[in-house]
């Protein structure tokens, strides 16, 4: 079974503090997604990476994902509130339908 | 992206009753379609794999004679919730599929009193 953990599950911190958070798995994937959810609603897809050692940016946010395409990370430059929520992690395998979810990281930035 | 809607956004219903959630995919044909279910600050659970014109694959744990899945077109795909009790109480998310990622509709909270 493949799984996906997600570090760190809860994370508070002050505006304008960096954080980056973690999704580490044994297993390759073919792909990895980054999902962020607000309360009450649906997840919202912030970036999918395929190829290892790719970076890709998003304004203040850099994903990466492993040369090996085994684990990815999330960076938050000078965080603000509005990056408040959970953000989700997804990797799918080569041919696989199915994405495995990390447990999520709840981030709450405050003022 | 694909745009996926969900449909109720809310329902309360009572225990022992029947709820339907309608997804529908509103620009991409979809022949499969995916159900989650969420608990309050929780992750996504996996329920079932939704694939049109045959029956749902259901994940291990997950009763495929309480959760009734119905994928009768392309563009929409239905769960019913059997016999309802209060433990049903969740969130219930669908997501199209198109290439690597996964789009999500907006949810579906459903309270069972």
């Known amino acids: 079974t493949q799984l996906l953990e997600q570090s760190p599950q809860f994370l508070s911190i002050q505006e304008g503090e960096n954080l980056t958070v973690y999704c580490n798995s044994s297993s390759v994937f073919s792909s990895l997604q980054w999902y962020r959810q607000e309360p009450g609603e649906g997840p919202v897809l912030l970036v999918t990476v395929v190829t290892g050692g790719e970076v890709k940016k998003l304004k203040r946010l850099t994903f990466q994902f492993g040369d090996a395409r085994k684990d990815s990370s999330l960076h938050i430059t000078a965080a603000q509130p509005g990056d408040t929520g959970l953000y989700l992690c997804a990797g799918a395998s080569q041919g696989a339908q199915k994405l495995v979810f990390g447990q999520g990281t709840r981030l709450t930035i405050n003022p | 992206g694909a745009v996926v809607s969900q449909h109720p956004s809310w329902v309360i219903c009572k225990s022992g009753t029947s709820v339907k959630i309608e997804c529908r995919s509103l620009?991409?044909?979809?022949?499969?379609m995916f159900w989650y279910r969420q608990f309050p600050k929780q992750s996504l659970m996996l329920m079932a794999t939704s694939n049109e014109g045959s029956k749902a694959t259901y994940e291990q744990g997950v009763e495929k004679d309480k959760f009734l899945i119905n994928h009768a077109s392309l563009t929409l795909s239905t769960l019913t919730v059997t016999s309802a009790h209060p433990e049903d109480s969740s969130f219930y998310i669908c997501t199209v599929r198109s290439g690597h990622e996964q789009y999500f509709g907006p949810g579906t909270r459903l309270t069972v009193t």
């Open positions: 620009d991409f044909q979809a022949t499969t």
